[in-house]
């Protein structure tokens, strides 16, 4: 009947199905309190909740639980008093913080149910400062509830729902947490009714000091507890948060190297080796080009672009720096080794796979750009590589062959020549010489290693 009342009490539109998204409470659960949990707790959860979503609004509606036990308390006491009670001020300034207490709950389960524009946390932040605060203003009320586990539990329950501001909480809840324990420390060790106890274990007295001892160590154990537990909710964000960079960095890595830009790719792994919080300024990680021209630059050969550096300069890395820091080591050490090894034996490619990657690039530049294009156009991902291969292989170099011939110029020897080429085809011919087979291979391998570097260098493709 409650659920249903303040179901009423919500907006029009907003009932229990605010979304079409819908979680089913465990079956493991007692047949008698499953539909309680479902209504209370499952239905209230959304589609966008995360883990810590997830875990304050539990907290809220164990909140909701409790509100309904602190009426029926102030209500007991009453009728166990006598109207005689109600008539003193301290029993009137415990029951109306009591129900102003339970009504905060009431109000913070319906506004973080049905009000998803208001924060989660400031709701439940709210609610326990209210409840702390209005228990600090009843302490000095009575010496029958034990309000200093009130105290205990507001800072171990602010933990586990990983509320903000920790210290404020450990150093809000001490001073009320102290007067109550006094309370219950300073009474003399007189019983109405018979305790459970040995007969000679009131024989020793102690000072009200010593005996306030158990209770400071007792909220000394709450507050660590409650460390204990933000370190665990700091550890799983950190995985979480290092899950999702791994993510990241594994699509966007797998999205360069499909287009052969191994330059982006490096740089990208360069970022993602750094700590999550490396805040150092760093806009982004440099471009395919500046890595090339920086680290791969030769002092024998000019620095001619080739056809990856072309792609590079044209395959901008779609995801900030940020996004993939803290990555997990592991992975960016396996994907540091898959580049290294396509940059290894990238210049001994056919042309038809290079020319394929500059076309891919076009080709989704071109589509993402295009304002007439919508989700039905096709993407890098859902084009297939048979019809990039096609296209490459239509301007492959044997296809230009076709097409026109190339005029070829000889140079003599010892002559030298350095220009600045976008595209370029070198012909190398050893000329027959007279020589024992020792000094052949020696000048046949110092060539093939002369070939390979300049490819290398120029990110080019050698072909025998």
Known sequence: QFLYFIERMAPAGEACAATPFRRIAPAS??????????????????????FVDTIRKGGAAVLLLFAFGFPAGVVGLLLEAGSAAARTASFAVFAIATCIFAAALVANYVVIRWHPQVSVTAALSGSIITGVVLAAAAV?????????????LAVVGAALLNLPGKWYWMAGCAAPFAASSYNFAARSVVFDTPPLLLPDATAISVSVASRMGPYLYSYFAA???????????????????QSKASAVLAGEVARLLADYDTGNARSLLTAAASPPNDDTGEASPPTGVEVYATNHRSPLLPPIRSKIDIVASANAVAVPATDVRGADEKLVASLETIVANLESYRPHLPNWMLDAAIVRVKAHRESSTDPGSNADTPTLDSVSMRSFRSAGSANSAHARRRKSAIAATTLAAGDARMVTVARARLLFTLQRVTADAAYLIETANVFVDIVHAAARHTKAAVHS
């Open 140 to 152: 000095p009320t009575t010496t029958t509830y034990p309000f200093f586990l009130s105290f205990a």
């Open 29 to 50: 659960l007692p047949c008698l309190l499953r539909p309680l949990v479902q209504v209370v707790f499952y239905d209230m959860l959304r589609e966008t909740d995360d």
């Open 223 to 241: 507050v660590m507890f409650a460390l204990v537990i933000y370190a665990m909710h700091d550890e799983y964000a950190a995985r979480i948060a």
